[in-house]
Protein backbone atom coordinates (compact mmCIF):
# COMPACT_ATOMS: atom_id res chain seq x y z
CA UNK A 1 0.00 0.00 0.00
CA UNK A 2 1.27 3.73 -0.90
CA UNK A 3 0.45 5.93 1.47
CA UNK A 4 0.40 10.18 -0.21
CA UNK A 5 0.70 13.05 1.77
CA UNK A 6 -1.20 16.21 0.65
CA UNK A 7 2.02 17.81 -0.84
CA UNK A 8 2.69 14.83 -2.71
CA UNK A 9 -0.83 14.81 -4.18
CA UNK A 10 -0.99 18.84 -4.63
CA UNK A 11 2.13 19.01 -6.47
CA UNK A 12 0.53 16.49 -9.29
CA UNK A 13 -3.11 17.39 -9.32
CA UNK A 14 -4.25 20.98 -9.51
CA UNK A 15 -7.25 22.78 -11.47
CA UNK A 16 -6.52 22.37 -15.04
CA UNK A 17 -7.11 21.04 -18.32
CA UNK A 18 -5.93 17.77 -17.49
CA UNK A 19 -7.89 17.13 -14.28
CA UNK A 20 -10.90 18.98 -15.90
CA UNK A 21 -11.08 15.74 -18.58
CA UNK A 22 -10.72 13.35 -15.86
CA UNK A 23 -13.90 14.41 -14.41
CA UNK A 24 -15.84 15.06 -17.40
CA UNK A 25 -14.96 11.42 -18.21
CA UNK A 26 -16.57 10.25 -15.15
CA UNK A 27 -19.93 12.27 -16.19
CA UNK A 28 -19.98 10.97 -19.10
CA UNK A 29 -19.36 7.55 -17.98
CA UNK A 30 -21.99 8.23 -15.07
CA UNK A 31 -24.56 9.41 -18.18
CA UNK A 32 -23.83 6.07 -19.97
CA UNK A 33 -24.60 3.79 -17.49
CA UNK A 34 -21.27 2.02 -17.08
CA UNK A 35 -21.42 3.51 -13.11
CA UNK A 36 -22.10 1.89 -10.44
CA UNK A 37 -22.37 4.29 -7.36
CA UNK A 38 -24.50 3.80 -3.86
CA UNK A 39 -26.56 6.74 -2.19
CA UNK A 40 -24.13 8.53 0.24
CA UNK A 41 -23.58 7.94 3.81
CA UNK A 42 -24.21 11.12 5.46
CA UNK A 43 -24.40 11.34 9.55
CA UNK A 44 -24.65 14.42 11.36
CA UNK A 45 -23.56 15.46 14.35
CA UNK A 46 -25.63 18.80 15.35
CA UNK A 47 -24.10 19.54 18.50
CA UNK A 48 -20.92 20.72 16.72
CA UNK A 49 -22.07 21.86 13.67
CA UNK A 50 -20.40 18.98 11.83
CA UNK A 51 -21.47 16.29 9.35
CA UNK A 52 -19.74 13.37 7.61
CA UNK A 53 -20.24 12.26 4.18
CA UNK A 54 -18.45 8.56 2.58
CA UNK A 55 -18.98 8.73 -1.21
CA UNK A 56 -17.51 5.94 -3.54
CA UNK A 57 -18.26 4.56 -7.16
CA UNK A 58 -16.91 1.94 -9.41
CA UNK A 59 -16.13 3.01 -13.07
CA UNK A 60 -16.75 -0.37 -15.19
CA UNK A 61 -13.32 -0.93 -16.75
CA UNK A 62 -11.57 0.65 -14.51
CA UNK A 63 -8.85 -0.64 -12.21
CA UNK A 64 -9.56 0.65 -9.45
CA UNK A 65 -11.96 2.89 -7.12
CA UNK A 66 -11.90 5.01 -4.19
CA UNK A 67 -13.96 5.61 -1.02
CA UNK A 68 -14.11 9.20 0.18
CA UNK A 69 -14.41 10.31 3.88
CA UNK A 70 -15.09 13.61 4.19
CA UNK A 71 -16.13 15.59 7.39
CA UNK A 72 -17.47 19.08 7.50
CA UNK A 73 -17.57 21.08 10.56
CA UNK A 74 -18.37 24.47 9.76
CA UNK A 75 -18.00 26.54 12.97
CA UNK A 76 -14.02 25.26 12.43
CA UNK A 77 -12.94 28.98 10.87
CA UNK A 78 -13.55 30.38 14.61
CA UNK A 79 -11.02 27.37 16.17
CA UNK A 80 -8.36 28.54 13.40
CA UNK A 81 -9.20 25.29 11.53
CA UNK A 82 -10.28 24.31 7.70
CA UNK A 83 -14.23 23.58 7.29
CA UNK A 84 -13.30 20.67 5.49
CA UNK A 85 -11.13 17.83 5.57
CA UNK A 86 -11.12 13.94 5.04
CA UNK A 87 -8.75 11.56 3.20
CA UNK A 88 -9.53 8.82 0.16
CA UNK A 89 -8.70 5.25 -0.10
CA UNK A 90 -7.81 3.86 -3.69
CA UNK A 91 -8.90 0.21 -3.85
CA UNK A 92 -8.25 -2.46 -6.59
CA UNK A 93 -11.07 -3.23 -8.67
CA UNK A 94 -9.72 -6.70 -9.01
CA UNK A 95 -8.49 -7.66 -5.98
CA UNK A 96 -10.38 -5.56 -3.60
CA UNK A 97 -6.86 -4.91 -1.64
CA UNK A 98 -5.72 -1.42 -0.71
CA UNK A 99 -3.73 0.28 -3.95
CA UNK A 100 -3.23 3.81 -2.23
CA UNK A 101 -3.88 6.16 0.88
CA UNK A 102 -4.75 9.80 -0.43
CA UNK A 103 -3.99 12.18 2.86
CA UNK A 104 -4.87 14.81 0.85
CA UNK A 105 -7.16 17.04 4.11
CA UNK A 106 -9.99 17.73 1.59
CA UNK A 107 -7.70 19.02 -0.84
CA UNK A 108 -8.80 16.31 -3.50
CA UNK A 109 -12.60 17.10 -2.82
CA UNK A 110 -12.55 20.73 -3.08
CA UNK A 111 -10.31 20.44 -6.73
CA UNK A 112 -13.08 18.17 -7.96
CA UNK A 113 -16.38 19.94 -6.64
CA UNK A 114 -14.82 23.31 -8.54
CA UNK A 115 -13.99 21.40 -11.49
CA UNK A 116 -17.70 20.06 -11.72
CA UNK A 117 -18.52 23.72 -11.24
CA UNK A 118 -16.49 24.70 -14.24
CA UNK A 119 -17.89 22.04 -15.84
CA UNK A 120 -21.69 23.39 -15.27
CA UNK A 121 -20.92 26.39 -16.95
CA UNK A 122 -19.54 24.74 -19.83
CA UNK A 123 -22.32 23.11 -20.78
CA UNK A 124 -24.87 25.34 -19.76
CA UNK A 125 -23.83 29.13 -19.55
CA UNK A 126 -23.28 31.74 -22.54
CA UNK A 127 -19.95 30.90 -24.11
CA UNK A 128 -19.18 34.67 -23.89
CA UNK A 129 -19.72 34.45 -19.80
CA UNK A 130 -17.01 36.66 -18.70
CA UNK A 131 -18.76 37.71 -15.28
CA UNK A 132 -19.56 35.56 -12.81
CA UNK A 133 -21.40 36.25 -9.60
CA UNK A 134 -20.06 34.74 -6.16
CA UNK A 135 -22.40 33.64 -3.00
CA UNK A 136 -19.90 33.31 0.19
CA UNK A 137 -16.36 34.06 0.35
CA UNK A 138 -15.03 31.25 1.40
CA UNK A 139 -12.57 28.43 -0.24
CA UNK A 140 -14.96 27.31 -2.87
CA UNK A 141 -15.42 31.06 -3.83
CA UNK A 142 -12.38 31.37 -4.81
CA UNK A 143 -11.96 28.05 -6.71
CA UNK A 144 -15.01 27.84 -8.65
CA UNK A 145 -14.08 30.90 -10.07
CA UNK A 146 -10.18 29.17 -10.59
CA UNK A 147 -12.09 26.52 -12.40
CA UNK A 148 -14.34 28.88 -14.42
CA UNK A 149 -11.99 30.11 -15.96
CA UNK A 150 -10.92 27.45 -18.00
CA UNK A 151 -13.62 27.22 -19.50
CA UNK A 152 -14.74 30.48 -19.80
CA UNK A 153 -13.05 34.00 -19.99
CA UNK A 154 -13.70 35.24 -17.02
CA UNK A 155 -12.55 38.72 -16.43
CA UNK A 156 -15.27 40.10 -13.45
CA UNK A 157 -15.79 38.75 -10.03
CA UNK A 158 -19.25 39.83 -8.35
CA UNK A 159 -19.59 38.88 -5.10
CA UNK A 160 -21.67 38.81 -1.85
CA UNK A 161 -21.70 37.71 1.37
CA UNK A 162 -22.50 38.21 4.54
CA UNK A 163 -19.12 39.33 6.30
CA UNK A 164 -18.06 42.48 4.45
CA UNK A 165 -14.77 42.09 6.37
CA UNK A 166 -14.74 38.62 4.50
CA UNK A 167 -15.66 39.83 1.22
CA UNK A 168 -12.98 42.66 1.32
CA UNK A 169 -10.68 39.88 1.84
CA UNK A 170 -12.01 37.84 -0.85
CA UNK A 171 -11.14 40.44 -3.71
CA UNK A 172 -7.91 41.24 -2.15
CA UNK A 173 -6.99 37.67 -2.68
CA UNK A 174 -8.58 37.33 -6.29
CA UNK A 175 -7.18 40.40 -7.47
CA UNK A 176 -3.82 39.20 -5.78
CA UNK A 177 -3.74 35.56 -6.96
CA UNK A 178 -5.94 35.79 -10.33
CA UNK A 179 -5.50 39.48 -11.28
CA UNK A 180 -9.39 40.10 -11.12
CA UNK A 181 -11.43 42.67 -10.69
CA UNK A 182 -13.59 41.83 -7.78
CA UNK A 183 -16.95 43.87 -6.99
CA UNK A 184 -18.38 43.94 -3.49
CA UNK A 185 -21.85 43.61 -3.60
CA UNK A 186 -24.39 44.65 -0.64
CA UNK A 187 -27.21 41.99 -1.97
CA UNK A 188 -27.68 38.73 -3.99
CA UNK A 189 -29.85 40.65 -6.63
CA UNK A 190 -26.61 43.10 -7.01
CA UNK A 191 -24.24 40.70 -7.78
CA UNK A 192 -26.23 39.06 -10.03
CA UNK A 193 -27.15 41.67 -11.68
CA UNK A 194 -24.60 41.79 -14.47
CA UNK A 195 -23.41 38.59 -14.13
CA UNK A 196 -23.54 35.87 -16.91
CA UNK A 197 -22.98 32.90 -14.41
CA UNK A 198 -23.69 32.77 -10.40
CA UNK A 199 -22.26 30.15 -8.05
CA UNK A 200 -23.59 29.66 -4.65
CA UNK A 201 -20.81 28.39 -2.35
CA UNK A 202 -22.38 28.35 1.28
CA UNK A 203 -23.62 25.88 3.83
CA UNK A 204 -26.44 27.86 4.22
CA UNK A 205 -30.30 26.76 5.59
CA UNK A 206 -32.23 29.64 4.23
CA UNK A 207 -32.42 30.65 0.51
CA UNK A 208 -29.76 33.11 -0.36
CA UNK A 209 -30.97 33.39 -3.84
CA UNK A 210 -34.80 34.79 -5.51
CA UNK A 211 -35.92 34.33 -8.80
CA UNK A 212 -36.54 37.80 -9.38
CA UNK A 213 -32.57 38.14 -8.83
CA UNK A 214 -31.65 36.79 -11.30
CA UNK A 215 -31.27 38.71 -15.23
CA UNK A 216 -32.32 37.21 -18.56
CA UNK A 217 -29.22 34.82 -19.68
CA UNK A 218 -27.89 33.71 -16.56
CA UNK A 219 -26.80 30.45 -15.40
CA UNK A 220 -26.49 29.34 -11.61
CA UNK A 221 -24.68 26.88 -10.02
CA UNK A 222 -25.41 25.76 -7.26
CA UNK A 223 -23.25 23.94 -4.74
CA UNK A 224 -23.56 24.41 -1.47
CA UNK A 225 -26.89 22.39 -0.72
CA UNK A 226 -25.65 18.46 -0.58
CA UNK A 227 -27.39 17.87 3.11
CA UNK A 228 -31.12 18.03 3.55
CA UNK A 229 -31.28 21.11 5.75
CA UNK A 230 -29.05 23.51 3.39
CA UNK A 231 -30.83 25.25 0.63
CA UNK A 232 -29.42 28.01 -1.58
CA UNK A 233 -31.92 28.40 -3.79
CA UNK A 234 -36.00 29.84 -3.26
CA UNK A 235 -37.48 26.03 -5.01
CA UNK A 236 -39.24 28.26 -7.65
CA UNK A 237 -36.04 28.91 -9.27
CA UNK A 238 -35.78 25.38 -10.29
CA UNK A 239 -39.18 25.46 -11.72
CA UNK A 240 -39.07 28.77 -13.56
CA UNK A 241 -35.75 28.17 -15.15
CA UNK A 242 -35.30 27.23 -18.90
CA UNK A 243 -33.78 24.30 -17.84
CA UNK A 244 -32.85 22.43 -14.48
CA UNK A 245 -30.04 19.87 -14.38
CA UNK A 246 -28.45 17.97 -11.55
CA UNK A 247 -25.43 15.98 -11.25
CA UNK A 248 -27.95 13.18 -9.56
CA UNK A 249 -31.49 12.86 -9.68
CA UNK A 250 -31.63 11.08 -6.84
CA UNK A 251 -29.28 12.72 -4.35
CA UNK A 252 -30.84 16.13 -5.39
CA UNK A 253 -34.15 14.78 -4.33
CA UNK A 254 -32.71 13.59 -1.04
CA UNK A 255 -29.84 15.71 -0.14
CA UNK A 256 -29.78 18.78 -2.91
CA UNK A 257 -32.19 21.67 -3.86
CA UNK A 258 -35.00 19.45 -5.23
CA UNK A 259 -35.68 18.17 -2.07
CA UNK A 260 -37.42 21.61 -0.80
CA UNK A 261 -39.48 21.54 -3.96
CA UNK A 262 -42.92 21.12 -3.06
CA UNK A 263 -45.29 18.51 -5.28
CA UNK A 264 -44.15 16.85 -8.09
CA UNK A 265 -41.66 18.39 -10.55
CA UNK A 266 -43.71 19.63 -13.17
CA UNK A 267 -40.23 19.68 -16.05
CA UNK A 268 -38.17 17.22 -17.25
CA UNK A 269 -34.92 17.26 -15.18
CA UNK A 270 -31.71 16.79 -16.82
CA UNK A 271 -28.33 14.94 -15.30
CA UNK A 272 -25.25 16.35 -16.54
CA UNK A 273 -23.71 13.21 -17.45
CA UNK A 274 -25.95 12.47 -19.85
CA UNK A 275 -25.56 15.58 -21.36
CA UNK A 276 -22.06 15.23 -21.60
CA UNK A 277 -22.41 11.41 -23.13
CA UNK A 278 -24.88 12.69 -25.97
CA UNK A 279 -23.10 15.81 -26.32
CA UNK A 280 -25.88 17.90 -26.18
CA UNK A 281 -26.06 21.60 -25.11
CA UNK A 282 -29.43 22.82 -23.60
CA UNK A 283 -29.26 25.92 -24.25
CA UNK A 284 -30.33 27.64 -27.46
CA UNK A 285 -30.31 31.25 -26.81
CA UNK A 286 -28.38 34.11 -24.38
CA UNK A 287 -31.87 34.89 -22.99
CA UNK A 288 -32.46 31.56 -21.41
CA UNK A 289 -32.24 30.82 -17.70
CA UNK A 290 -29.67 27.43 -16.75
CA UNK A 291 -29.40 26.03 -13.09
CA UNK A 292 -27.20 22.73 -11.71
CA UNK A 293 -27.34 21.71 -8.34
CA UNK A 294 -24.39 19.87 -7.32
CA UNK A 295 -24.62 17.54 -4.58
CA UNK A 296 -20.63 15.93 -5.05
CA UNK A 297 -20.92 12.30 -6.47
CA UNK A 298 -19.05 9.25 -5.75
CA UNK A 299 -17.92 8.66 -9.23
CA UNK A 300 -16.14 12.27 -8.81
CA UNK A 301 -13.99 10.85 -6.34
CA UNK A 302 -13.29 8.04 -8.08
CA UNK A 303 -11.93 10.03 -11.07
CA UNK A 304 -10.10 12.35 -8.89
CA UNK A 305 -8.22 9.31 -6.95
CA UNK A 306 -7.56 7.64 -9.63
CA UNK A 307 -6.08 10.30 -11.69
CA UNK A 308 -3.38 11.32 -8.84
CA UNK A 309 -2.58 8.02 -8.12
CA UNK A 310 -1.75 7.42 -11.64
CA UNK A 311 0.02 10.82 -11.53
CA UNK A 312 2.16 10.02 -8.31
CA UNK A 313 3.37 6.38 -9.51
CA UNK A 314 4.81 7.97 -12.49
Avoid at 1 to 12: G, L, R
Wanted: aromatic fraction near 6%; glycine fraction near 6%; proline fraction near 4%.
Amino acid sequence: MKIYNKAQIESVTQLDLDALEAIEEAFAALGRGLVTMPPILSMNIEENNGEVDVKTAHIRGNDTFAIKISPGFFDNPKLGLPSLNGLMVLFSAKTGLVDSLLLDEGYLTDTRTALAGALAAKWLSRADANTVAVMGSGLQAELQVAALRLVRPIRQVRVFARSEEKANAYRTKMAEKYGLDVIVCQSAKEACAEAHIVVTTTPSTEPLLAWDDLPPGIHVTAMGSDNAHKQELESDILEKADYFVVDRLSQSATLGELHHFQGEFPKHIFELGTLIAEQKHLRTDDMQITVCDLTGTGVQDTAIAGYTAKRLAD
